[in-house]
């Protein structure tokens, strides 16, 4: 594994799991990412198949035009199948955690293109001490609370499956501390870069 500096002449293929909206276009910051590096970003919203489609009915953020939104699991397929993939670099920002999303990363992992994804910690983690009277305080919360068994079922089933879902190429941005003892592919690399606060602050300041 090695770091290095984020620079590319490729397209950025970015899979979204939610509505795209004109302030997620700006909060990730493409606009300068465009300019700066003289590529061109294609969106993928993939959230009215992945999720529940009334969310997106209701969305009232304004949504960012000029996005490919696809509206069923079947014609994303067809269309990332039939993308030129030759000078692509693809931003992954699917989680896996139902089955929707983890055909999309199958599709993603069998390509072979190289993939960016993000490791961001902007807020401290609390982590409750694990003993005995955790686990009995949990049993106590949940315990007729039958569709949360199902929830965490499947959390840990998917949670297990992602393990084993690595790329031929991937390349990890990422800032503050990072744990990569669990990351694993064929070629990892680290691009550093700066808390989101920080890098809008510094783009303003220029």
Not at 14 to 29: C, I, Q, R, S
Not at 88 to 97: A, G, M, R, V
Not at 154 to 182: A, D, P, R, S
Not at 197 to 206: A, F, G, N, V
Request: glycine share 0%; charged share 25%.
């Amino acid at each position: 594994m090695k770091k290095k500096s984020f620079k590319s002449n490729k397209k950025l293929l970015v899979l979204w799991p939610y509505t795209f909206t004109e302030f997620d276009f700006y909060k990730e910051e493409y606009d300068h990412l465009e300019k700066r590096l003289n590529s061109k970003i294609i969106i993928h919203d993939l959230s009215n198949f992945l999720y529940n489609k009334k969310i997106n009915d209701i969305w009232l953020t304004k949504k960012k035009k000029n996005v490919h939104r696809f509206f069923s699991l079947r014609s994303w397929i067809k269309h990332f199948r039939n993308i030129n993939k030759s000078n692509i670099l693809l931003y992954n920002n699917i989680p896996i955690d139902n089955f929707k999303t983890l055909i999309v990363n199958l599709f993603v992992k069998s390509s072979n293109i190289p993939v960016l994804t993000h490791i961001y910690n902007d807020v401290a983690i609390f982590k409750a001490k694990k003993d005995s009277n955790y686990f009995l305080n949990k049993i106590k919360e949940n315990i007729f609370r039958f569709g949360s068994y199902s929830y965490y079922i499947k959390q840990f089933i998917f949670k297990y499956i992602n393990q084993y879902i690595k790329y031929k190429k991937h390349l990890i941005v990422k800032y503050g501390y990072t744990n990569t003892k669990n990351l694993s592919s064929e070629k990892i690399i680290f691009i550093d870069s700066h808390a989101q606060d920080y890098s809008k602050y510094l783009i303003k300041k220029k």
